[in-house]
């Protein structure tokens, strides 16, 4: 079992930076795939960026690529959203997933809000 805790939400001008972070429970984060999804009002939830067990790779939605950076600390537990370049567009619910078994995400955090004034 694994808990998310996401932090780092919050009202940003358009061309802003946030930097989201994500806290995991278990000692056994280090093997799980991670990700990034968001939700806009209205909307699906939308992939937004993964990161393999070891950080070696990355896959990022192409409305993102440029301007998020995901990245893993394993020693702590957590990954982490660079965010730059804001949009309005970029406004959603953004949640933090895992996958333990690099086929599906399993694990989801509660989500922050990001949003971005024009």
């Known amino acids: 079992q694994v808990q998310l805790v996401e932090s780092g939400g919050g009202l940003v001008q358009a061309g802003g930076s946030l930097r989201l972070s994500c806290a995991a429970s278990?000692?056994?984060?280090?093997?799980?795939?991670m990700g990034w999804f968001r939700q806009a009002p209205g909307k699906e939830r939308d992939f937004v960026v993964a990161i393999t067990r070891s950080g070696g790779s990355t896959t990022y939605a192409d409305s993102v690529k440029g301007r998020f950076t995901i990245s893993r600390d394993n020693a702590k537990n957590a990954v982490y959203l660079q965010m730059n370049s804001l949009k309005p567009e970029d406004t959603a619910v953004y949640y933090c997933?895992?996958?333990?078994?690099?086929?599906?995400?399993?694990?989801w955090g509660q989500g922050t809000q990001v949003t971005v004034s024009s």
């Open positions: 997933a895992a996958d333990p078994n690099n086929s599906r995400w399993v694990y």
């Open positions: 278990g000692r056994t984060f280090s093997i799980y795939r």
